[in-house]
């Protein structure tokens, strides 16, 4: 039997079109244990130019971050081999896709997957499967940068997945570009939601579930808010409510005012908190909790498989 000390390491890394992620594990009792979480928001998805090709701006802060997670892999001895490398919208829908992934290849030595939304939404529900305690039907959301994932599943069964282009980068750039901000805003985005969501509303309300965990940087955002103010962790209408309220009042762009916001977070957060108001309704969620994983642990768990099957 391998021990911990001898047992490889192995690394999933996600490019988000907001963030990118890197976490570092080995399997411990058959499980990914992790050592190590890298992260930086790149927001990708804000160099997006109308002829859609990423920026050079952009590009460069993307091709940045994968030299840090270079140095990263170097400095927790993780062999390129056991190196995932999985992209998102962003990378899905911009026509410079290639020579991103292209410039990247010398740095990482693994190449870039650029997978579908569909199937980053399977990945998403594994895992949360894997990290989150709870039983019974669970309705995933997963708010990114550029794209939603919205999953319903029963223990390891998938009963829907659908990825849809609603993000809090994107969003941010649609209805919230122009300070300050106004409730016809959140309006705005709350029936861009709803028209992107359609029928898959109905369809989503008819599968039901007994419970409802949220997997994205808008959830944790509010999350953390919430810890930060010694609330109980849990997202509600009323709490969404009183967050616009909040952003509302602010005198300033930056939100230095909202008791518990991290200012990493502010750039986006009034597009998330839209966002998730407009789900809360057309859904019919009473409360949210936040997921313990979502994509990165479930690439994590696939490599992990794959790591014991060499």
């Not at 997670?69 to 899905?92: N, S």
């Not at 898959?200 to 409802?212: N, P, S, T």
């Not at 005198?251 to 008791?259: K, N, R, V």
Request: aromatic residues 6%; contains cysteine.
């Amino acid at each position: 039997m391998t021990d911990v000390q001898s047992a490889p390491r192995y690394a999933a890394i996600t490019l988000g079109s907001n963030s990118f992620n890197m976490l570092v594990a080995q399997t411990v009792a058959g499980k990914p244990n992790v050592i190590a979480k890298y992260k930086r928001k790149v927001r990708l998805a804000q160099g997006i130019g109308s002829d859609g090709v990423l920026s050079d701006e952009a590009f460069d802060r993307g091709i940045d971050c994968l030299k840090m997670f270079a140095d990263m892999l170097d400095k927790e001895g993780v062999a390129r081999q056991h190196v995932a490398v999985i992209a998102t919208a962003t990378l899905r829908s911009i026509k410079n896709a290639q020579a991103f992934s292209d410039t990247a290849l010398p740095i990482l030595q693994q190449p870039i997957e650029i997978i579908s939304g569909l199937r980053e939404a399977e990945l998403i529900y594994q895992g949360m499967a894997a990290t989150t305690a709870g039983e019974g039907r669970r309705l995933v959301i997963d708010i990114g940068g550029a794209s939603t994932e919205f999953i319903v599943g029963d223990g390891d069964s998938v009963l829907f997945k659908q990825s849809l282009p609603i993000g809090c980068v994107t969003f941010n750039s649609l209805f919230f570009n122009d300070f300050p901000f106004q409730e016809l805003d959140f309006n705005s985005a709350s029936d861009k939601v709803q028209q992107t969501l359609g029928d898959y509303a109905q369809e989503l309300r008819r599968l039901g579930w007994h419970g409802v965990v949220g997997a994205s940087g808008s959830v944790q955002s509010v999350i953390e808010l919430l810890n930060h103010r010694s609330m109980t962790a849990t997202i509600t209408p009323q709490v969404l409510q009183q967050l616009q309220l909040e952003i509302l009042s602010q005198p300033e762009q930056s939100m230095l005012g909202i008791e518990g916001l991290h200012p990493e977070r502010a750039p986006t957060f009034a597009a998330g908190v839209a966002i998730l108001q407009a789900l809360f309704t057309l859904l019919e969620i009473d409360k949210l909790n936040l997921s313990g994983g979502a994509l990165r642990e479930g690439v994590l768990q696939q490599l992990a498989n794959q790591v014991a099957a060499q």
